[in-house]
C-alpha cells in the first residue's frame, strides 16, 4: 500500500504561482500514474491532470491545461504540480492520486492523499 502526502498549499493572489508536491511512500512503484485533482466547495471533486510514471506522458483537464504543468522525480518518489496564471476559481483542495494498475490513461485510482488548500485571492 502506498500512501501519498500533499504540501505545497497556501494563500497566492490570483496571477501568481504555486507549486505542489506530493510525496509516495511505503511500497514500490514502477508502473503506477499518479494524478492531481482538487474539490472547491460546493463542487464535486474534478480531474487536474495525470502523468504517466514510468513514460512521463500527461494528461491535462481543459481549465488548467497551459497554466498547469505536472512532473515527477522518479528517484524521490514525488509528483509536483506547478501552478502558474492562477485564479481565483482554482481555489479548491488539491489531492494527489495514484493508480496501481497498469493502464494508460487510467480511470480509477486506488490510493489518495489527505489534501492540500491553495486558496486564490482575486
Known amino acids: 500500500q502506498v500512501q501519498l502526502v500533499e504540501s505545497g498549499g497556501g494563500l497566492v493572489q490570483a496571477g501568481g504561482s504555486v507549486r505542489l508536491s506530493c510525496v509516495a511512500s511505503g511500497r514500490a512503484f514502477s508502473s503506477y500514474s499518479m494524478a492531481w485533482f482538487r474539490q472547491a466547495p460546493g463542487k464535486e471533486r474534478e480531474f487536474v491532470g495525470v502523468?504517466?510514471?514510468?513514460?512521463?506522458?500527461?494528461r491535462y483537464a481543459d481549465a488548467v491545461r497551459g497554466r498547469f504543468t505536472i512532473s515527477r522525480d522518479n528517484a524521490k518518489n514525488t509528483m509536483y504540480l506547478q501552478m502558474n496564471s492562477l485564479k481565483p476559481e482554482d481555489t479548491a483542495v488539491y489531492y494527489c492520486a495514484a493508480n496501481r494498475r497498469d493502464v494508460w490513461p487510467p480511470r480509477t485510482y486506488d490510493t489518495w492523499g489527505q489534501g492540500t488548500q491553495v486558496t486564490v485571492s482575486s
Open positions: 502523468i504517466s510514471w514510468r513514460s512521463g506522458s500527461t
